[in-house]
């Protein structure tokens, strides 16, 4: 294979553990704590988890261990999206596993869940983990969104992991994939197989943490990624001085990246879907926010600027999430009549005859680009899918109306012209940060060393990430405890609860108290392309995400 020169020299880096695994392995012990309860909902989950409720946070400390070399059998699953560090997972468990046991073998079940359930598998030797070292990508075994639900699948899971012998699985996931993971914990107790469940905190959305998990794995190196190439953009904005670029950033529905890669940059404008959401905003008060700084910088003659937008940003503004459910509504009531209908002027009469006065009125306001992918872009359930949905192009046909209006009221006389981008798969297979490679491989040689210690239903947990990797913390946290019950599909379901941005939280708030100036100036902050050798300040420091949540956390004790 004709390797570049950065992945050579990224196979040979050696990712940093916690102090806790760097000696001999049956000195680690899993030392348990007190049982760890959901937040919400614990009658409903302790009887929908009556075998993997209630388990004690364990945390991996010094102690004789000699059980933890027997041989084992662990089958690895990467589950949804991409994320920079999943090989260095699978590289941490099966270290992990062999140098407690050079005889035990892992597997890698092949395109995510359904591996398990088709029973798609292949094994993981070590020349093949050494050509996925510290690189991006989840291609060494791929992954897949398949979600294990019916029992047919539950039943087939467990086949499999009977067949092959597992003493347990590893499930590398989102909030999903974990309550997955949870489930399948369950099933198996339930079941009397003794094969353990074990999750490894995964997205680059970022939306995954809670006290105990401090990040997801993923979300340093993707947001690194696009604040490059947000800093190159504002550059050549500032260079040009001719364009206003709108960016839409991954996320799904969390701000988390937009927020993060603002910090990185210094962008004129970052919408955060969170604050438009609890603020009621309608889109006119959101084009307001865009509106504002054009027009104060056009005051100035700088008639260019940046602005991030998430991803999930139109699902969060009340107005158009009432209009798209009643689209939703009418077009599954009325299927075949509006199918039989063939051009757009029809199909948008059909729809306007049935809305609410307010609906009609907002589907009016749209560009007709956005009116169409409304009608047009439906998964097969019916739904809307809102992240095919341009809001980066809606942002810009707003803001162009808005200043037309201006203009005519003689409230504006600059220039404006734009450009638009999408940056998400960018970010989900790169070279994974320094960060990201240390974090993942202890994700996954903690993950080896619950399992081997017969744990089961638990998440990987590597805490006080802002620290050296050394005086990281290895552990665990049973899934179940970080679950509530939410609707799904029109019925109450278990599971993880998604981490949004939060208002109050320490990240928002510094956000919020510097974009009046950002609104204004022109003095982006060049990040710059992410560094994998040199002095640790250029190539081992975290997200300001994390950094700000970790001080907020250690100042309230
Ligand atoms: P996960 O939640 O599976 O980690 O996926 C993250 C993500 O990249 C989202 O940011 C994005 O909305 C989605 O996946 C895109 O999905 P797909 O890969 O199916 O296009």
């Given amino acids: 294979m004709d390797f570049s020169p950065l992945q050579s020299a990224r196979f040979a880096y050696a990712p940093k553990l916690p102090a806790i695994l760097r000696g001999s392995i049956d000195k680690v012990t899993a030392v348990k704590g007190s049982a760890a309860e959901p937040e919400e909902d614990r009658d409903r989950l302790r009887s929908t988890f009556p075998r993997t409720y209630g388990l004690p946070a364990v945390t991996l400390s010094a102690g004789d261990n000699p059980g933890i070399r027997k041989a084992m059998k662990i089958g690895v699953i990467l589950s949804g999206g991409p994320a920079p560090g999943g090989h260095n997972v699978i590289a941490g468990i099966f270290d992990g596993l062999k140098s407690a046991n ?22 993981i030797d070590a020349s093949l983990v050494d050509r996925y070292r510290n690189t991006g990508g989840f291609d060494l075994i791929g992954s897949g969104r ?52 074990v999750g490894v905190p995964k997205t680059i959305d970022g939306d995954l943490k809670n006290e105990a998990i401090e990040t997801s794995f993923g979300f340093d190196t993707a947001t690194k990624v696009y604040s490059e190439l947000i800093g190159n953009i504002a550059r050549d904005a500032a260079s040009s001085r001719k364009y206003w670029h709108f960016i839409k950033l991954m996320g799904r529905s969390a701000s988390h990246i937009a927020l993060e890669c603002a910090f990185q940059t210094r962008p004129n404008v970052c ?12 889109l006119g008060q959101v084009i307001d926010q865009v509106v504002r700084s054009v027009v104060i910088r056009a005051e100035k003659g700088e008639n260019f600027g940046v602005v991030l937008i998430p991803e999930g940003l139109i699902e969060f503004v009340p107005e158009v999430k009432f209009l798209i459910g009643e689209i939703n509504d009418i077009l599954s009531a009325k ?20 809305l609410t006065e307010p609906s009609a009125a907002l589907f009016e306001s749209l560009p007709q680009g956005i009116q169409e992918q409304l009608l047009w872009d439906r998964d097969p359930h019916g739904n809307v899918q809102v992240s095919r949905i341009e809001t980066e192009k809606l942002v810009v046909e707003m803001t162009k109306l808005r200043l037309k209006d201006l203009g005519l009221a003689g409230a504006y006389r600059g220039k404006f012209d734009y450009q638009t981008h999408f940056f998400g798969y960018e970010g989900r297979c790169g070279f994974p940060s320094n960060f990201d490679a240390d974090y993942c491989y202890s994700l996954g040689y903690t993950a080896f060393a619950l399992a081997a210690s017969g744990l089961t239903g ?15 913390i290895a552990g665990g946290v049973p899934l179940v405890s970080m679950m509530n019950m939410e ?7 278990p599971v993880i609860k998604k981490a949004l941005v939060e208002l109050d939280g320490a990240p928002f708030k510094e956000f919020a108290s510097m974009r009046a100036s950002w609104a204004e100036s022109s003095d982006y902050r060049l990040p710059g392309g992410i560094q994998y050798f040199g002095p640790p300040e250029l190539t081992d420091k975290p997200t300001a995400t994390l950094l700000l949540e970790r001080a907020a956390a250690r100042k309230q004790g």
Avoid: C
């Fill in 102 to 123: 050079p005889a035990s073998t892992l597997y890698g079940f092949r395109g995510g869940p359904g591996g398990l359930v088709d029973d798609k598998f292949m094994d």
């Fill in 146 to 197: 398949t979600k294990i639900e019916t029992p047919e699948q539950f039943e087939a899971a467990l086949e499999t992991a009977k067949r092959r012998k597992l003493d347990a699985v590893v499930v590398v996931g989102g909030d999903d994939s974990n309550t997955n993971a949870a489930l399948l914990a369950e099933f198996f107790a339930a079941k009397g197989a003794p094969i353990a469940v």
């Fill in 271 to 282: 919408l955060i879907s969170e604050e438009i959401e609890a603020q009621k905003m309608s």
């Fill in 335 to 354: 299927e075949h009549e509006f199918k039989a209908l063939s051009s757009f002027v029809d199909h948008k009469a059909f729809i306007l005859e049935r």
């Fill in 458 to 472: 638990y998440l990987s947990s590597v805490r006080n990430l802002t620290a050296p990797a050394e005086a990281w």
């Fill in 487 to 493: 609707r799904r599909h029109g019925s109450d379901k």
